[in-house]
């Protein structure tokens, strides 16, 4: 197909197929090296600010769990630095920061995790809520919170296993 009958199909409302073009990337979605490689680019965690930032959500997060009456009892320690720090690393990991989640812990297996505690709706939504005012307190821009926080709710509808009180 030369120049001019391209810019003739696309005159008449003709789709030129993808391939055609090269391949179509998303804005702002690191390529990786590889299947299991390194992102080539900055990564979300990068992008929102790297371990600062998720140390600020989880932390404004556990101060939110540490008042509530039905969260608080799930936790095994009474401090919850330990919980806080493994959410930190999880989420760090998550969002292509630093694999030490893993390191320590080994595959995340959430649902496996959270199975011991009963997940109900209403412990879900007292997580979303605490999250919430965390994540509103990080001043994301706009997509980067939408992103977030769109996580965030997947992930908290998926940890439920029970509907009993």
């Known amino acids: 197909m030369t120049d001019r009958e391209s810019a ?4 008449a409302g003709s789709v030129v197929p993808p391939e055609a073009s090269g391949p179509a990337q998303p804005a702002n979605v690191p390529l990786r090296s590889s299947e299991h490689g390194a992102a080539l680019g ?5 992008q929102v600010g790297g371990s600062a930032t998720f140390e600020k959500l989880v ?18 320690e ?12 999880f989420l760090e990991q998550y969002w292509g920061g630093p694999g030490t989640y893993s390191q320590e812990r080994g595959h ?7 199975q011991p505690f009963k997940v109900n709706p209403d412990a879900r939504d007292r997580w979303l809520a605490h999250m919430r005012a965390a994540v509103d307190t990080l001043d ?5 919170e939408e992103v977030l ?5 997947r992930a908290a ?4 296993n029970t509907f009993e009180d």
């Open 8 to 11: 003739d199909d696309r005159a």
């Open 42 to 46: 900055d990564s979300f965690y990068d």
């Open 59 to 76: 932390n404004e997060f556990y101060r939110g769990v540490a008042a509530d009456p039905v969260l608080k009892p799930m936790y095994p």
């Open 78 to 89: 009474e401090d919850l630095g330990p919980a806080a720090l493994r959410l930190q690393l």
């Open 108 to 114: 995340p297996r959430l649902r496996l995790r959270h």
């Open 140 to 144: 994301l821009p706009p997509l980067a």
């Open 149 to 153: 926080w769109d996580y965030l709710q």
């Open 157 to 160: 509808f998926a940890m439920v």
